[in-house]
């Protein structure tokens, strides 16, 4: 179950990312075995599911939500380089996999995300310059920086805005 009446929504969107990460490893494995084994419309059916629940994390906008949806496609997409490698695949099933491999725009995704953690870092300096200590404390004692980001200047706060902002367009 997820805790939704937690205070850390950070961490809210972190369990479902590792079912799909381990969703899509288990499928690509078992496509791979279904390869070996030569069951060959088993293995793309695997192949497909396996994309399919990689491409249900698409819309998300945070970086972690990005790079999870990058490793589950490339193991899936390990898997069907495997097929191509035995002469597995059937030409519709061809056809299928580089309509996939076509709506993987990795580059134009990373670009709506970086806005997304821009306005999370805006966000979180605004939350830190008014409420130092718990700031401070978030980062944990062992963090070297929990000690200065309590005394930090107002206006430093307000330039690592800026410079989050900058860099995002």
């Known amino acids: 179950a997820v805790p939704w ?3 850390d929504s950070a961490a809210i969107i ?4 590792a079912l799909v990460r381990d969703i899509t490893r288990a499928y690509s494995l078992r496509a791979s075995a279904r390869l070996a084994l030569n069951e060959r419309d ?3 059916r695997d192949l497909q599911v396996g994309l399919r629940v990689a491409n249900l994390i698409s819309s998300e906008s945070f970086y972690v939500c990005l790079d999870v949806r990058r490793s589950a496609v490339a193991n899936a997409l390990g898997s069907a380089a495997e097929g191509l490698a035995r002469h597995s695949w059937s030409d519709d099933q061809l ?3 580089a309509d996939c491999a076509s709506d993987c725009d990795f580059l134009s995704a990373y670009a709506a995300v970086w806005r997304t953690e ?3 870092w805006v966000q979180y300096w605004t939350w830190a310059s008014q409420n ?5 404390e978030l980062l944990g ?3 070297a920086a929990s000690a200065w980001i309590r005394r ?3 206006g430093w706060y307000y330039r690592h805005q800026l410079a989050v902002v900058s860099e995002a367009l």
Do not use: K, N, V
């Not at 130092?132 to 401070?136: E, H, L, N, T, V």
């Open 141 to 143: 004692q062992e963090f």
């Open 95 to 97: 056809r299928w996999l």
């Open 14 to 17: 972190l369990p479902h990312l």
């Open 132 to 136: 130092r200590r718990q700031a401070g």
């Open 118 to 120: 821009a306005a999370m």
């Open 42 to 44: 088993e293995a793309f």
């Open 5 to 7: 009446e937690q205070e």
């Open 152 to 154: 930090m200047p107002t």
